[in-house]
């Protein structure tokens, strides 16, 4: 059974950082790609940033040069570091992957930025 799990998230000034992880188990972790997702109240589920098996990193122009993401394979996690903070990074913020054609996210972990 596929199982995603993130943590991490809470409440910070503008300008602080959060850690979050994703947790996984049950996939080969080290040959998938990572993705983090986030969904504002009243808005779409964005991507903001991915990492490749190999580790080759994307990130959306909203968050470029202010949030990080890592993994690591020996502990089948994924990391979004993120500095900076905006209010307007308030989301849920969650981790997803395609595996063997299904796409799988978890909980999500919320993160709420105050001015």
């Known amino acids: 059974q596929v199982y995603l799990r993130e943590s991490g998230g809470g409440s910070v000034q503008a300008g602080g950082s959060l850690r979050l992880s994703c947790a996984t188990s049950?996939?080969?972790?080290?040959?998938?790609?990572m993705n983090w997702y986030r969904q504002a109240p009243g808005q779409e589920r964005e991507l903001v940033a991915r990492?490749?098996?190999?580790?080759?990193?994307n990130y959306s122009n909203s968050v470029k040069g202010r949030f990080t993401t890592s993994r690591d394979n020996t502990r089948s996690t994924a990391r979004l570091q993120m500095n900076s903070l905006k209010d307007e990074d308030t989301a849920r913020y969650y981790c997803?992957?395609?595996?063997?054609?299904?796409?799988?996210w978890g909980a999500g972990t919320q993160v709420t930025v105050s001015a």
């Open positions: 990492i490749f098996s190999n580790g080759p990193t």
């Open positions: 049950g996939i080969n972790f080290k040959i998938y790609t």
């Open positions: 997803n992957t395609n595996y063997k054609g299904s796409t799988y």
